[in-house]
């Protein structure tokens, strides 16, 4: 069975640094990856996503994830934080072969401090 | 537009009863998911419609739980003789095709089954 690992459960980082949540999936054949990011109250909302072609793709607000077929990874960076990015992001693959239905990672809690 | 909208946003249940949640996905959207989202825990995919056909329930845990899409627009998900496990945050997703698209999401409906 597909599976999606995020590694952190929480990310406490102070506002203005760097942040990266790590996500790793469970196979190498043909994926789509996702980020949603769900603020608080809020409904998921996609942040950014890779089909195909170049594997950096970014976000309108500063995101950028980076998909590395050959360590199965789809880590998400921002290099300065702000208190508005305080939020649970989740991380999820489809398969090509399966449809279109989502697998998601556990969600990363982000906590920016001021 | 409008977006994914769900109802009711809260349920209480007591144990053994019946019930009913609803979703109007996006107008015009072909493809409808549903998820479950227990606390603290990422979004397990349930079921997938493409118009009023329900081609994947893999993810539904028991045979009381029963999705239709009659008319290819509206859904409504539907839990039998309710068990407390059966609380969660029920998601419900539409896109427009299947191969990548994003996946726009409703509120949810969180159950909870006393």
């Known amino acids: 069975a597909q599976s999606v690992t995020q590694l952190d459960s929480q990310v406490p980082v102070f506002e203005e640094a760097p942040v990266e949540l790590r996500c790793n999936y469970s196979s190498s054949v043909s994926v789509y990856l996702f980020w949603y990011v769900q603020y608080p109250n809020q409904g998921l909302q996609l942040l950014l996503k890779?089909?195909?072609?170049?594997?950096l793709v970014e976000s309108i607000n500063g995101f950028e994830a980076e998909f590395n077929k050959s360590q199965t990874s789809f880590h998400l960076r921002k290099p300065s934080v702000h208190i508005s990015d305080t939020a649970e992001y989740f991380c999820a693959v489809s398969y090509k072969a399966a449809g279109n239905k989502l697998t998601f990672g556990g969600g990363t809690r982000v906590l920016v401090k001021p | 537009g409008a977006g994914v909208s769900q109802s009711p946003r809260y349920k209480v249940a007591k144990r053994g009863q019946d019930v009913a949640l609803r979703c109007d996905p996006i107008s015009g959207h072909v493809s409808l998911f549903w998820y479950q989202q227990a606390l603290g825990q990422g979004p397990e995919f349930l079921t997938y419609f493409q118009n009023e056909a329900q081609l994947d329930k893999s993810g539904l845990p028991s045979d009381r739980f029963f999705a239709e899409r009659p008319e290819g627009s509206v859904s409504t998900l539907k839990i039998q003789r309710t068990q407390q496990e059966d609380s969660a945050v029920y998601l419900c997703a539409s896109s427009l095709e299947i191969a990548g698209d994003t996946q726009y999401f409703g509120p949810g409906t969180r159950l909870t089954v006393l």
């Open positions: 890779y089909l195909s072609g170049s594997t």
